[in-house]
C-alpha cells in the first residue's frame, strides 16, 4: 500500500502524523482529508502552502476552534468560507459573520458603520488594521470585529472623514 492509500485508510493518529509531513501534498491533503487526524497534526497542516491541504483542514470535524479561526482569514476565500462553516467554529463569531457575508460585497459597509455599530476587521485597509490592532479591546481582537467607537478613533488618528450613517433607503443622516 502507498502513502496516498495510507493516508485514505489508516485509522491510526500516529500514522497520519508522520504522513502528515510527507513531501507530497496529495498524501497530506488526504490526511487532513481523513476524520480519524488529530487536532494537533490538523493545527500543524493548516499552515501548509498547499491550499487543498488547508481546505480539508477547514471541513475536517477535529479541527480545533483555535485553528479554524487562523484558517477564517487565510487568503483563499474557500478555505475561509469552509472554517466559517464548520460546525467547530465559535458560534457567535459564526452568527456575526453570517450577518457580515451578506454585507461584505458591497462599498456601502464603511458607510453605515454607525448605524449597524460594528464591522468585520477585514473590511479595513492595511492602515486601518494596523492602528484597529492598538486601538482595540480585547473583546474586538478576539471576535476579530470593530466597534463604531473604535472605527471613528482610527478615522481620527488617520485624519479621515467619519463616515456618516446611511440609511436603507440612501438618504444620509
Known amino acids: 500500500m502507498d502513502n496516498y492509500e495510507l493516508a485514505q485508510t489508516t485509522t491510526d493518529p500516529e500514522v497520519l502524523d508522520e504522513l502528515s509531513k510527507n513531501k507530497n501534498s496529495d498524501v497530506r491533503y488526504q490526511v487532513a482529508k481523513n476524520p480519524n487526524t488529530t487536532s494537533e497534526t490538523l493545527d500543524y497542516l493548516s499552515k501548509d502552502k498547499d491550499q487543498m491541504v488547508r481546505r ?12 479554524l479561526d487562523y484558517l477564517s482569514k487565510d487568503e483563499v476565500w474557500v478555505i475561509r468560507d469552509g472554517a466559517k462553516s464548520n460546525p467547530n467554529y465559535p458560534n457567535i463569531l459564526k452568527r456575526i459573520n ?14 453605515v458603520v454607525s448605524f449597524n455599530q460594528i464591522i468585520p476587521s477585514e473590511n ?3 492602515e486601518e488594521y494596523n492602528l484597529f490592532l492598538n486601538l482595540a479591546t480585547i473583546l474586538e481582537l478576539e471576535s476579530d470585529i470593530v466597534t463604531k467607537e473604535t472605527y471613528y478613533k482610527i478615522c481620527k488618528e488617520l485624519s479621515r472623514p467619519i463616515p456618516r450613517p446611511v440609511l436603507p433607503h440612501g438618504r444620509v443622516l
Open 124 to 126: 479595513m485597509d492595511e
Open 56 to 67: 480539508w483542514v477547514a471541513r475536517n470535524p477535529n479541527t480545533t476552534p483555535e485553528t
Open 98 to 111: 453570517m450577518f457580515f457575508n451578506k454585507l461584505n460585497n458591497t462599498p456601502i459597509i464603511k458607510k
